[in-house]
DNA sequence: CTATAACTCTCAA
DNA sequence: CTAACGTTGAGAGTTATAG
């Protein structure tokens, strides 16, 4: 029987900034999603006003004004950073980790049962504070499904919990009563459109779900909801995913800064969008076989005439190389725009994605990374790995596209960037 | 008619 | 003064299409 721990930051985006930054302390605070559009962390003190998650940041400027609430740009290569840092610390207590999202980590604790596994739980709370002073929860228990659950008792203070609650232990009469006070919403892989399905057959609680026929389950919604039903019984369906497989498709796409009518711009954009899909191809040691690029206007816009617009090309050879995608990226773009559209938002797909070794005949034997990275392609990613993106690009790409983001209130990138340190005076 | 491709829906952070 | 709403990825299930 495996036992797993599920670790989760508190308001993650919103405590990395106010690590940095005394004067946030106290603070309500939010961070913002790219192009500072919707809020997308709260801190405690938010979280209080009843700020809810999501919501696009101009509709609540006034109140947040009338609070106080501070609101940030956010910082990724700052939180990357920090969650780099969490991951290590976790790597110190089991060694099998997997890092699910930015913030969150599943950990197996076969084997850690001597000392009880709460007693770890509060282990490793207590040193990710000590050393990144970074406020976590943990969960534990013996499924996945059961581990998230018992994150989200263990941030709400359910059962007498201080920020670690193992399922493992309680008494199942005293489990029951607590699931039959949750949510079924709150139910990993149980969202927005779910569970209102489930409530109207009556299926209120967690406790519900938990009871529910996995067999019907399956009949009436998906094996996925029939596999969340297993796992809340405690038999495990899902494993740890230590090694994240190869991507099977490959976006980069963002809105704009500002809207935009012209074709240089455009293709701008998605020169700037073909290249970051191009390096995060390289870094996996892959190739595409076909490309997707789309344009759209803002469709909140209501009055506004819309137009969306995507193609598929499939490439005559799979590449990695900027080179080539940036052209045909090009090429598609000539098919799809049309004059007289404000357009909010442009993007690249990849798919079709195998590994270079499938397709390259290598004629020199088993090629060693040092010698690899010599194409004209790894050396490209050396320098802008090392001096920053964009230091070397192709023509059709603009230093400072006029496209670019809105990030009104960007902090220094801390722990990354020496030049960003704030002078101490 | 079948196998596959293409597309839609849902969920998650 | 007004208008202003994120990104990336996966998997399942359904529909369209080719042969």
Redesign the pocket.
């Known amino acids: 029987m495996t036992v797993f721990a599920l670790v989760?930051c508190n308001n993650?985006y919103a405590s990395c900034e106010k690590l940095f930054d005394p004067k946030l302390e106290g603070v309500p605070l939010v961070v913002?999603?790219?192009?500072?559009?919707?809020v997308?962390a709260r801190s405690a003190e938010v979280k209080a006003l009843g700020i809810p998650?999501?919501?696009?940041?101009?509709?609540i400027?006034?109140e947040a004004k009338q609070f106080g609430i501070q609101a940030m740009s956010s910082n990724y290569a700052l939180y990357a950073d920090m969650s780099n840092r969490v991951v290590e610390v976790l790597e110190g207590f089991s060694p099998h980790v997997e890092v699910?999202?930015?913030?969150?980590s599943f950990l197996s604790l076969d084997g850690f049962a001597a000392r009880g596994f709460e007693t770890y739980g509060t282990e490793i709370k207590q040193r990710v504070q000590d050393w990144l002073g970074l406020a976590v929860c943990v969960g534990i228990a013996e499924t996945k499904t059961l581990a998230?659950l018992a994150n989200h008792c263990a941030k709400k203070g359910h059962a007498g919990t201080a920020g670690v609650c193992d399922f493992t232990t309680i008494p199942p009469a005293d489990f029951s009563a607590l699931l039959a006070k949750i949510k079924v919403?709150e139910?990993?892989?149980?969202?927005?459109?779910?569970?209102p399905?489930l409530e109207k057959m009556g299926i209120h609680t967690v406790q519900d779900l938990r009871n529910a026929d996995p067999g019907r389950m399956?009949a009436r919604?998906?094996?996925?909801?029939?596999?969340t039903v297993m796992e809340l019984k405690g038999i495990a369906c899902l494993e740890l995913e230590e090694t994240?497989?190869?991507?099977?498709?490959?976006?980069?796409?963002?809105?704009?800064g500002q809207?935009i009518g012209a074709f240089e711009h455009l293709a701008d954009a998605l020169a700037f969008?073909a290249t970051?899909?191009a390096e995060?191809l390289r870094s996996q040691d892959s190739v595409a076989g076909?490309l997707?690029l789309f344009i759209r206007t803002?469709?909140?816009?209501l009055?506004?005439p819309q137009y969306q617009r995507?193609i598929?090309i499939?490439l005559p050879e799979a590449t990695q190389d900027t080179r080539e995608l940036v052209k045909w990226a090009g090429r598609g773009l000539r098919r799809i725009y049309r004059r007289g559209f404000?357009y909010?938002?442009a993007?690249v797909?990849?798919?079709?994605i195998r590994p270079t070794a499938l397709v390259q005949a290598d004629l020199f034997g088993s090629m060693e990374d040092s010698e690899r990275s010599d194409t004209l392609m790894g050396i490209m990613d050396r320098i802008n790995q090392r001096w920053g993106r964009g230091t070397l690009r192709t023509a059709s790409e603009q230093a400072e596209g006029i496209w670019k983001?809105n990030r009104g209130n960007l902090s220094p990138r801390y722990t990354t960037a020496w030049s960003e340190l704030p002078q101490v005076t």
């Not at 998650?53 to 509709?59: E, R």
């Not at 139910?187 to 569970?195: C, H, K, N």
């Open positions: 989760d993650f913002l999603s790219n192009n500072d559009g919707c997308v998650m999501g919501v696009p940041w101009f509709k400027r006034d699910y999202s930015i913030d969150e998230k919403g139910t990993w892989g149980v969202g927005s459109r779910l569970a399905r399956r919604f998906s094996v996925v909801l029939e596999r994240t497989p190869d991507k099977k498709q490959i976006v980069s796409s963002r809105s704009f809207r969008h970051r899909a995060k076909a997707t803002n469709p909140f816009a009055k506004e995507s598929t499939p404000a909010a938002k993007g797909m990849l798919s079709e983001m």
